[in-house]
């Protein structure tokens, strides 16, 4: 027990004093902290913790996928796909493919053309089909024939209930690259149901350019404007809008989309050489760069639209081929306007349009409350232990105070560490651990005092009080150590707060309950010589 070596000794110290050296910064001004920050090493870790949407305040918003309009995308997709394969196959029809509700229809008089059609038509089905992973997919959609050579092909429930399930995945996806772009911290995005996205964002007080972000599909497509005398079932009228959502101009664009904006690799904003107006400048990857040339090679002269969301953004004129897959977005933005689009360019589109179906803004204030609050907790739990332990166990008490202060410093120090966001239940999780901390203590006083009335010599009762708790002691950490991980993995946001702040201080209570008060009773051992144990 009493053999601490100097470097054991000096290691505990070091990483006593690394633990207040990392939480330093939380305590500082955030312009001071920034300044310190800049002339040090990046690997440094100066930087304050992380507070959770309940203590600083900040964004939260429930959203809600459209279902009608994924429907509306797969019947759009269901009625591209017919028209593909009916072209390929040469199948001659009567009349258009049309598409309503939750179906596609042609109808094709030739009864052989028509089953030949509708084997490829089950192809594109795949009733029974498994993906990469050997999970069985439900059929998409299936195939009914009616009189005259009518053929209709109809949403299944459990291929719209798939692809809905899919466009939340992708819409989570989508707006964290949206959110993480505005230079927020620790946002929490989490599926809420079956069509459902919560959305919380600490310190963002701004819910309006939020809700703008989050809101907008950003589709963008580049298609031609149609020329005179087109035919009006081949083209869409399209309004170009003014910052003041004016309609300043109509155009007839064809419905072809001739390059897509899935094929961007990036955007970002900038500044017109010659006007000096914000734009937004973008390059395609290798697919859509070669499309594009291609488009602006055989329609010099002609109006080449940009739709962001069903709305025409510019319609500029081809001068001349574009063929190194970069090009220029303009449309009278302000600056905020140009940064905001390149943002949601650059995090892709959203499957589909999203509903706000809750919006609450927790202000600093109420957050400045919780933070008092769990001060003033955490200060009279830790004013009563500390009471507690000097009253009942003397110099040993003083042990165990030391070593609880420096529990709690570590446990602060590995949340910052870890990035991890302290909440309003991850205080209540670090005064749990107070009395954990504490409880181990007791636990090896207990002992200590049971083996000295035993007879045992101190040097006797001290290592056996040690060595006998140590066993308990671990085994009771252990098991919260368990319910700690099952809380981190099954539980979100607040939950999760708590997990990890409790799973922190399980780790710091062995070091510091037990290495670090046994080398404090040695050291004090080693100075006094003492006849008894003052408990």
């Given at each position: 027990?009493?053999?601490?070596?100097?470097?054991?000794?000096?290691?505990?110290?070091?990483?006593?004093?690394?633990?207040?050296?990392?939480?330093?910064?939380?305590?500082?001004?955030?312009?001071?902290?920034?300044?310190?920050?800049?002339?040090?090493?990046?690997?440094?870790?100066?930087?304050?913790?992380?507070?959770?949407?309940?203590?600083?305040?900040?964004?939260?918003?429930?959203?809600?996928?459209?279902?009608?309009?994924?429907?509306?995308?797969?019947?759009?997709?269901?009625?591209?796909?017919?028209?593909?394969?009916?072209?390929?196959?040469?199948?001659?029809?009567?009349?258009?493919?049309?598409?309503?509700?939750?179906?596609?229809?042609?109808?094709?008089?030739?009864?052989?053309?028509?089953?030949?059609?509708?084997?490829?038509?089950?192809?594109?089905?795949?009733?029974?089909?498994?993906?990469?992973?050997?999970?069985?997919?439900?059929?998409?959609?299936?195939?009914?024939?009616?009189?005259?050579?009518?053929?209709?092909?109809?949403?299944?429930?459990t291929g719209t209930l798939e692809r809905v399930r899919r466009a939340v995945d992708q819409t989570i996806e989508v707006i964290r690259r949206r959110v993480d772009a505005l230079g927020t911290t620790e946002p929490n995005i989490q599926r809420q149901g079956a069509d459902r996205v919560l959305v919380?964002?600490?310190?963002?007080?701004?819910?309006?350019?939020?809700?703008?972000?989050?809101?907008?599909?950003?589709?963008?497509?580049?298609?031609?404007?149609?020329?005179?005398?087109?035919?009006?079932?081949?083209?869409?009228?399209?309004?170009?809008?003014?910052?003041?959502?004016?309609?300043?101009?109509?155009?007839?664009?064809?419905?072809?989309?001739?390059?897509?904006?899935?094929?961007?690799?990036?955007?970002?904003?900038?500044?017109?050489?010659?006007?000096?107006?914000?734009?937004?400048?973008?390059?395609?990857?290798?697919?859509?760069?070669?499309?594009?040339?291609?488009?602006?090679?055989?329609?010099?002269?002609?109006?080449?639209?940009?739709?962001?969301?069903?709305?025409?953004?510019?319609?500029?004129?081809?001068?001349?081929?574009?063929?190194?897959?970069?090009?220029?977005?303009?449309?009278?933005?302000?600056?905020?306007?140009?940064?905001?689009?390149?943002?949601?360019?650059?995090?892709?589109?959203?499957?589909?349009?999203l509903t706000i179906v809750e919006e609450r803004t927790v202000g600093p204030g109420l957050g400045q409350d919780s933070i008092d609050a769990g001060k003033r907790s955490t200060y009279v739990a830790s004013v009563l232990v500390i009471a507690y332990m000097l009253t009942t166990y003397g110099i040993?008490?003083?042990?165990?105070?030391?070593?609880?202060?420096?529990?709690?410093?570590?446990?602060?120090?590995?949340?910052?560490?870890?990035?991890?966001?302290?909440?309003?239940?991850?205080?209540?999780?670090?005064?749990?651990?107070?009395?954990?901390?504490?409880?181990?203590?007791?636990?090896?006083?207990?002992?200590?005092?049971?083996?000295?009335?035993?007879?045992?010599?101190?040097?006797?009762?001290?290592?056996?009080?040690?060595?006998?708790?140590?066993?308990?002691?671990?085994?009771?950490?252990?098991?919260?150590?368990?319910?700690?991980?099952?809380?981190?993995?099954?539980?979100?946001?607040?939950?999760?707060?708590?997990?990890?702040?409790?799973?922190?201080?399980?780790?710091?209570?062995?070091?510091?309950?037990?290495?670090?008060?046994?080398?404090?009773?040695?050291?004090?051992?080693?100075?006094?010589?003492?006849?008894?144990?003052?408990?």
């Amino acid at each position: 027990m009493f053999r601490f070596s100097k470097w054991k000794i000096a290691a505990i110290l070091a990483m006593s004093l690394l633990a207040i050296l990392v939480i330093v910064p939380s305590f500082l001004e955030k312009g001071m902290r920034e300044n310190i920050a800049k002339s040090l090493p990046k690997w440094v870790p100066f930087q304050a913790i992380t507070l959770g949407l309940d203590l600083q305040g900040g964004a939260h918003i429930l959203l809600e996928v459209d279902q009608s309009d994924v429907i509306r995308t797969q019947v759009e997709n269901l009625r591209d796909d017919v028209r593909r394969i009916l072209r390929e196959e040469r199948v001659r029809i009567t009349g258009g493919i049309g598409g309503t509700g939750r179906q596609v229809q042609v109808r094709i008089a030739d009864a052989a053309e028509r089953q030949k059609a509708i084997v490829r038509l089950r192809q594109q089905a795949q009733p029974g089909g498994t993906n990469a992973l050997g999970i069985s997919t439900p059929a998409t959609f299936e195939i009914r024939e009616g009189s005259d050579g009518l053929v209709q092909l109809v949403l299944t429930e459990t291929g719209t209930l798939e692809r809905v399930r899919r466009a939340v995945d992708q819409t989570i996806e989508v707006i964290r690259r949206r959110v993480d772009a505005l230079g927020t911290t620790e946002p929490n995005i989490q599926r809420q149901g079956a069509d459902r996205v919560l959305v919380q964002v600490p310190g963002l007080q701004d819910t309006n350019r939020l809700k703008e972000l989050l809101g907008t599909t950003a589709k963008l497509e580049f298609r031609l404007v149609a020329d005179p005398g087109y035919n009006p079932g081949d083209v869409d009228m399209l309004n170009e809008l003014d910052a003041a959502q004016q309609v300043t101009a109509t155009y007839p664009v064809e419905k072809r989309v001739m390059v897509q904006g899935e094929d961007l690799t990036d955007a970002q904003p900038g500044f017109d050489q010659r006007t000096g107006e914000p734009v937004v400048n973008f390059r395609f990857n290798l697919r859509g760069g070669q499309r594009f040339g291609e488009v602006t090679s055989a329609n010099v002269g002609k109006p080449f639209a940009i739709i962001l969301d069903g709305k025409v953004i510019s319609a500029p004129r081809i001068l001349g081929p574009i063929t190194g897959g970069s090009g220029q977005i303009s449309g009278r933005f302000t600056v905020q306007q140009a940064n905001d689009l390149s943002v949601l360019l650059r995090a892709g589109a959203l499957p589909a349009k999203l509903t706000i179906v809750e919006e609450r803004t927790v202000g600093p204030g109420l957050g400045q409350d919780s933070i008092d609050a769990g001060k003033r907790s955490t200060y009279v739990a830790s004013v009563l232990v500390i009471a507690y332990m000097l009253t009942t166990y003397g110099i040993f008490g003083v042990f165990a105070n030391i070593a609880l202060v420096i529990h709690i410093i570590m446990v602060v120090a590995g949340l910052v560490l870890l990035n991890a966001t302290l909440t309003l239940p991850g205080i209540a999780g670090i005064v749990l651990t107070i009395g954990m901390a504490v409880d181990a203590n007791v636990l090896i006083y207990e002992r200590i005092r049971e083996e000295s009335r035993l007879g045992r010599s101190v040097i006797s009762a001290l290592e056996s009080g040690f060595n006998r708790a140590f066993a308990t002691i671990i085994d009771a950490q252990s098991t919260t150590f368990v319910v700690a991980v099952i809380l981190y993995f099954m539980g979100t946001g607040p939950v999760r707060g708590f997990a990890v702040t409790l799973g922190l201080g399980i780790v710091t209570t062995i070091v510091t309950a037990v290495t670090m008060t046994r080398m404090m009773i040695a050291l004090w051992y080693r100075w006094k010589r003492p006849t008894s144990i003052p408990i």
